[in-house]
């Protein structure tokens, strides 16, 4: 998730356009997304996925990024944290409306074990309001955030609701050309 330096996730309105996104940056998103076969979104993101993903591939103008993510769009398995949606005709979607904790942890169940074949990650795009949630029921293990060097002043938080202490322990860093620097987090439950 692209965040701020001041910690939020888009501005007042939504706008993302102050998040540096680059080739480096698709290229190494790229390679972890593809090792991924469940994503996770709130209604809002999911509906802006399905308005461009599916058919990203087969524009004049396609980049090799909208070609590779494209196709993994189209075969991964989507899950849609949504109130109002309904599950009918929606391939390859599962829709949450309830029971979000059960829920969650049924997908998280299902997943292949820790260094298995296939990767157990649940990755989340986007969708701050999706994330509060998930975070106020301690459902996120990790946090894989892309500090832009930007202070919005204002806009969408990502830590939101929050009202205990959650620790955390740094797995990797990478800093890239364009200023933003990546921190991959696990949630330390000890």
Request: charged share 20%.
């Amino acid at each position: 998730m692209h965040i701020s330096l001041d910690g939020f996730v888009a501005g007042p309105k939504g706008e993302l356009n102050w998040a540096k996104v680059d080739e480096e940056i698709f290229d190494f998103v790229g390679k972890r997304v593809s090792k991924s076969d469940t994503a996770l979104y709130g209604r809002v993101t999911y509906q802006m996925m399905e308005n461009y993903w599916p058919a990203a591939a087969d524009k004049p103008a396609a980049t090799r990024h909208d070609i590779e993510h494209s196709k993994w769009y189209n075969k991964v398995h989507k899950v849609v944290l949504s109130g109002t949606m309904k599950n009918a005709e929606l391939t390859n979607t599962t829709i949450i409306s309830d029971n979000l904790s059960y829920n969650i942890n049924e997908i998280k169940q299902s997943r292949p074990a820790p260094g298995g074949s296939g990767s157990d990650e649940i990755l989340l795009f986007g969708s701050p309001t999706a994330t509060h949630s998930l975070i106020q029921q301690n459902l996120i293990d990790g946090y894989w955030l892309f500090v832009n060097p930007v202070i919005l002043g204002q806009g969408i938080p990502l830590f939101a609701g929050i009202k205990d202490e959650i620790k955390l322990k740094l797995l990797t860093t990478r800093q890239f050309s364009s200023g933003v620097t990546e921190l991959n987090y696990i949630v330390d439950k000890k």
